[in-house]
C-alpha cells in the first residue's frame, strides 16, 4: 500500500501508478467538505463552502456559475496548483490533504493536465520545445520523449508549427498547443479553465470537439469550466457553483438560494 513517504522519498513508489486496486467505477476525484477562504478585514471571505464532489473516471463534467462563484479556485484545487485550503481531497484515493506540495506537484506531473484561457505556453520556447516540458519532468528517455513529441504533433496536425514560437500562432493555434501540451503525457484526468474564452467560435469548436474526441476514444476524464452553454453541451453533467455553494439545480438560476442548512 503506497504511503505519502514514498513519494517524499523520490524514489518510484510501486504504487504512484497504480495506488490501489480500485474499484475502475469508484471516483477518480473526491471532494468533501472543501472550503477556500482570505483574510479580509475582521473576518474571512469563503471563496467555497462544503464543497463536495464525486467525478468518476470518464466522466466529462462542466463547471458553470457566475463570475467570482470560485469556479477557476475550485479546478485550481483539484489540479493541485493551490495548495491552501481546508477539507478532504482524494485523487485516485491519494490523500491529498495529507501530502505536501512536493508530493502534489508529482501527482499533478504524472496524472494532470491543465489547459488555461490564456493558454499560457512559454514565449522563449518553440511549439516543440514547449510540448516537451512537461515529458521532461517525467523520468521518460529522450529518445522516447522525442517520438512522443512527434507523435503529438502529428495528431494535432501542428508538425508544421513545430519551430514556430507561441507570438508566431493565432489564438486557436495556441490553444491547440496548450491542449496538446497538456496531454501529451497521457493524464488521467484533463483540466481546463475556460479554454474556449479567447477565441473565435470556430476555434472553439475545434477546441470542444477535440475534447469530445479525447474523452470518448481515449478515456480521459475532462473537467472544463465554461460560460458557454454550448460548450457544456460537449459534457455529460454540469455542476453549478454560486457563490461558492455547490447548488443542486441544473441549469443554474442566478436568482438561487443557498443549499438548506447553510449560513451563507
Ligand atoms: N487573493 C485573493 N484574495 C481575496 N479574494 C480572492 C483572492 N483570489 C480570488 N479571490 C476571490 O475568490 C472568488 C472566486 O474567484 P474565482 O477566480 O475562483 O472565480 P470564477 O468563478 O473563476 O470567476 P470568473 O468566471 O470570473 O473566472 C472571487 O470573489 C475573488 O475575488
Ligand atoms: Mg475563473
Known amino acids: 500500500m503506497w504511503k505519502p513517504s514514498d513519494l517524499r522519498r523520490g524514489r518510484e513508489p510501486r504504487g504512484l501508478e497504480h495506488p490501489v486496486e480500485r474499484d475502475p467505477n469508484a471516483p477518480i476525484i473526491k471532494l468533501r467538505g472543501i472550503e477556500k477562504s482570505y483574510k479580509s478585514g475582521f473576518g474571512r471571505t469563503y471563496v467555497l463552502r462544503r464543497v463536495n464532489v464525486d467525478i468518476k473516471p470518464g466522466e466529462f463534467v462542466t463547471i458553470m456559475g457566475p463570475s467570482g462563484a470560485g469556479k477557476s479556485t475550485l479546478l485550481s484545487i483539484m489540479g ?26 508529482r501527482l499533478n506531473r504524472e496524472f494532470i493536465g491543465f489547459v488555461f484561457q490564456s493558454y499560457h505556453l512559454i514565449d522563449s520556447m518553440t511549439v516543440y ?20 513529441v512527434a507523435d503529438t504533433l502529428d495528431r494535432f496536425n501542428i508538425v508544421g508549427k513545430k519551430d514556430l514560437y507561441p507570438s508566431q500562432l493565432s489564438g ?21 479553465d475556460e479554454p474556449t474564452g479567447n477565441l473565435h467560435t470556430a476555434q472553439g469548436l475545434e477546441i470542444m ?32 457553483l454560486v457563490d461558492g455553494w455547490v447548488v ?13 442548512g447553510a449560513d451563507a
Open 80 to 105: 493541485m496548483l493551490d495548495g491552501s485550503w481546508e477539507g478532504e481531497y482524494y485523487f485516485l484515493d491519494y490523500p491529498v490533504h495529507d501530502l505536501n506540495s512536493k508530493e502534489r506537484n
Open 172 to 192: 486557436g493555434q495556441q490553444q491547440l498547443v496548450g491542449v496538446a501540451r497538456a496531454v501529451i503525457g497521457n493524464p488521467k484526468v484533463l483540466l481546463a
Open 129 to 148: 520545445e514547449n510540448l516537451d516540458v512537461p515529458l521532461s519532468y517525467r523520468n521518460i528517455k529522450r529518445s522516447q520523449r522525442k517520438s512522443m
Open 209 to 240: 470537439e477535440l475534447f469530445k474526441r479525447l474523452n470518448e476514444e481515449e478515456g480521459t476524464t475532462i473537467i472544463q469550466v465554461t460560460h458557454s452553454e454550448a460548450n457544456a453541451e460537449f459534457g455529460d453533467r454540469i455542476i453549478n
Open 248 to 260: 443542486d439545480e441544473d441549469p443554474y438560476r442566478p436568482d438561487a438560494a443557498p443549499p438548506e
